[in-house]
Structure formats: structure tokens, C-alpha cells
């Protein structure tokens, strides 16, 4: 990655981290590592589980009050698997939200963000990702150089 790429992704994280303030009040962005290709699925998570939050303040009842909101921990690419670690969250509804976000990445490029039938784990000289064919052999080259 260069330094465009870099600052371009500093950028990105500092934006979602005060567009969902509450939800990275105990995570460093360096904790925050995920291919490219899985922002929008981590996104859309975030917006979700926002959301959620919000449903359960309105919802507010006796089994909610034990309610802890939802605290980032770590966000990462690891074995192809979207990994999404979070502290609070003790509500069905989040367990589902993750669930889903994860079970989507299985289907998407984690360098191009692509959702073609040829995505699927792949095991490049000893690295397993999640990539189309396409993404997949230009990593492939690059590793053998």
C-alpha cells in the first residue's frame, strides 16, 4: 500500500469512527484492518447495528435494561473470514446483524468488492483470501515475483 492509499484509508476510518462515535469509544483504528473489498459490508454493518441500538432504546422493557451497547474491538480479514469482534451487543438482533455481514464476505472479493459466482476461498502460496478468479491470479503474480 502506498502513502495515498494509506491516508485515503486514515481518512476513511476517522470518518466512520465519527460517523458511529459510540461504537469505537474502546478501539484504536489500528485494530481496524479488513481488505478493501469488505468496506461496504463493514459499513453496512455499522449502520446496522446503529440502527439496532436505536430500535432497542425505543423498545426499552424489562429483559432490555440489562442491554450493553455495542463496542468495537478488532475488524479483520483472517483464514478469507470477515472477523468482526465486539464487546456489548447481548441482543439476538446484533448476533444476526454480525452473522450476516459474515456470511456475505464469503461471497465478495476481499480486494474488488465483486459478488460474481467465481468468488470463493482461495489458497495463494500459503494465504487464504476470499477473491474472484481476476483478483485472485493478479495475486497470485504479484506473490511470485
Known amino acids: 500500500m502506498d502513502n495515498s492509499e494509506i491516508e485515503k484509508r486514515e481518512r476513511w476510518l476517522a470518518t466512520l469512527q465519527q460517523c458511529y462515535s ?31 441500538e436505536i430500535y432497542l432504546e425505543f423498545q426499552k422493557n424489562k429483559t432490555l435494561e440489562e442491554y450493553r451497547p455495542v463496542k468495537v474491538v478488532q475488524v479483520k480479514q483472517k483464514f478469507g473470514d470477515f472477523r468482526f469482534y465486539y464487546n456489548g451487543g447481548n441482543d439476538d438482533g446484533i448476533s444476526l446483524l454480525v ?47
Open 22 to 52: 459510540s461504537l469505537f469509544e474502546e478501539v484504536s483504528l489500528y485494530n481496524i484492518n479488513l481488505p478493501i473489498g469488505w468496506s461496504n459490508i463493514f459499513e453496512e454493518l455499522l449502520e446496522n447495528i446503529h440502527r439496532r
Open 99 to 145: 452473522s450476516q455481514a459474515e456470511k456475505l464476505a464469503e461471497k465478495t472479493c476481499e480486494y474488488c468488492g465483486s459478488t460474481t459466482e467465481d468468488v470463493k476461498k482461495r489458497n495463494i502460496i500459503n494465504w487464504i483470501c476470499t477473491t474472484c478468479e481476476e483478483c485472485g491470479l493478479k495475486l497470485l503474480n504479484r506473490f511470485k515475483r
